[in-house]
């Protein structure tokens, strides 16, 4: 499959051609857990709850796959730039081992203390603990397939082949959408698996994922080339990945925790304000998910040119890329602040505080959705320069002042469209600080200017 040569001058083209796979294949891993949710909620609330505790757990997950992913992405795109295809090989093969590792060591500790994580949630329900165990242990199976399909996109990404990516996650989630009913309900003379049936779905289907992608990764002929874990296992390569990826899984982690304790603040508000958030969050998601493609791309072009030392790209990538997403960043705020009462009507049919309490959301977080594509661009900007220290600081900073900020407003008693208020501030900083600090890293860093 052609890629694309993010080394030539046609910078909006390449960001384009780039990110719209790789926006696309966002969306498609989202739809893994709707189609989970929307099957399994037909066999009532307490399996919506089982699997919504494991959907929490695999979100840790996703953030420890975050460490060999973001180290891969960064490191093949250098390697492909200097072509330095020796290095390649090392950041591959030791970004595997590293990764095949922590998914099984992962998986143990989950076995093995799986009852005590599901408890530590507070469910009192013995069924909710029954189907989130049996749900936990099918899901523990497919773990190294679940850790190597995100390391085999970021090889894809790093190498400017963004398509292979979306056409396996693509296959994978129309086989999870089509064996999601059949094992569920025992479609077909199967046996009714139920819970467990969403589980076997979506590990086949992952499985079948990484299969794919070892395809393509034979056909493309160089990313198995030489391939072998114990001679290619580099310790300073170990370093280097180490050092970009675990910044970024930190920060992913805290969110995750952050986000956590803001919404138990929420639900002093009540149960419509925590159902407004969490249908305002998915709807804002549009915005964050399409930046994200373009911040990938924006960092593999930055990352080749980086190590090309083709200088003059890197400006112009900076320069268009931040036109584009800021684009994106306006377009979002007039449509959230414009269409919110529509759009939340969609999903929330006759309650009307937590109507008024959604549209207060995206009416409030559109004042900052151009800050929010600013914070992710330039964190893509960052990552392509081997910088991903300083965008996690100052996303981890920004997001911890959420916390005595909201209790501030919970402590006034002050209405919900505060605690929104809040969270549009400290994504303005983010977007703020990270503008500056790039800037910052420039001109300190390198001889030529932005």
Do not use: H
């Not at 749900?135 to 390391?151: E, Q």
């Not at 914070?375 to 392509?384: C, D, K, L, R």
């Not at 402590?411 to 303005?428: H, M, Q, R």
């Amino acid at each position: 499959m052609k890629k694309i040569n993010l080394l030539d001058n046609r910078i909006y083209r390449n960001l384009v051609m780039m990110s719209i796979p790789i926006m696309t294949t966002s969306f498609i891993q989202m739809s893994y857990t709707l189609m989970d949710t929307f099957w399994v909620g037909k066999l009532g609330t307490e399996a919506i709850a089982g699997v919504g505790i494991v959907a929490f757990i695999m979100w840790f997950a996703n953030s420890l796959v975050l460490v060999s992913k973001t180290g891969i992405e960064i490191g093949v795109a250098y390697s492909v730039g200097s072509r330095d295809y020796k290095q390649f090989r090392k950041y591959i093969d030791t970004s595997v081992a590293i990764n095949l590792f922590m998914s099984i060591t992962f998986g143990i500790v989950l076995y093995i203390f799986r009852l005590d994580i599901i408890k530590f949630f507070n469910i009192k329900s013995g069924v909710v603990i029954s189907l989130a165990n049996s749900y936990l242990n099918i899901v523990i199976l497919g773990l190294p397939f679940t850790f190597l399909n995100p390391l085999f996109s970021g090889v894809f990404n790093g190498s400017a082949n963004s398509k292979v990516p979306f056409i396996a996650n693509s296959i994978g989630l129309i086989i999870n959408i089509v064996l999601d009913p059949i094992l569920i309900y025992g479609y077909f003379g199967l046996p009714e698996f139920g819970v467990s049936g969403a589980a076997i779905a979506t590990t086949l289907s992952q499985i079948l994922v990484t299969f794919i992608f070892i395809i393509f990764s034979i056909s493309d002929g160089k990313i198995l080339k030489g391939f072998n874990l114990v001679k290619n296992f580099n310790n300073a390569t170990l370093k280097e990945v180490l050092r970009l990826g675990i910044p970024t899984a930190f920060k992913s982690c805290i969110f995750a925790f952050i986000s956590t304790i803001l919404l138990r603040i929420i639900a002093n508000w009540g149960e419509s304000a925590i159902a407004a958030e969490n249908v305002a969050v998915q709807i804002e998601a549009i915005n964050w998910m399409t930046v994200e493609g373009f911040s990938i791309a924006l960092c593999a072009l930055i990352a080749q040119n980086f190590g090309a030392k083709n200088y003059e790209n890197i400006v112009s990538g900076y320069k268009k890329g931040l036109k584009i997403i800021l684009g994106i960043g306006i377009f979002c705020s007039f449509f959230l602040f414009f269409s919110s009462d529509y759009i939340i009507r969609l999903f929330i049919k006759s309650d009307l505080n937590t109507i008024r309490m959604g549209v207060s959301y995206l009416k409030v977080l559109a004042f900052s959705e151009i800050f929010l594509a600013l914070e992710i661009g330039i964190s893509g900007m960052f990552n392509g320069l081997k910088n991903t220290k300083t965008p996690t600081v100052i996303s981890t900073l920004s997001n911890a002042l959420r916390i005595p900020l909201a209790y501030l407003v919970f402590y006034l008693k002050l209405d919900i469209a505060y605690i929104w208020a809040v969270i549009s501030f400290c994504t303005f900083l983010k977007g703020i600080l990270n503008y500056i600090f790039f800037k910052k890293f420039i001109r300190e860093n390198f001889d030529f200017k932005l």
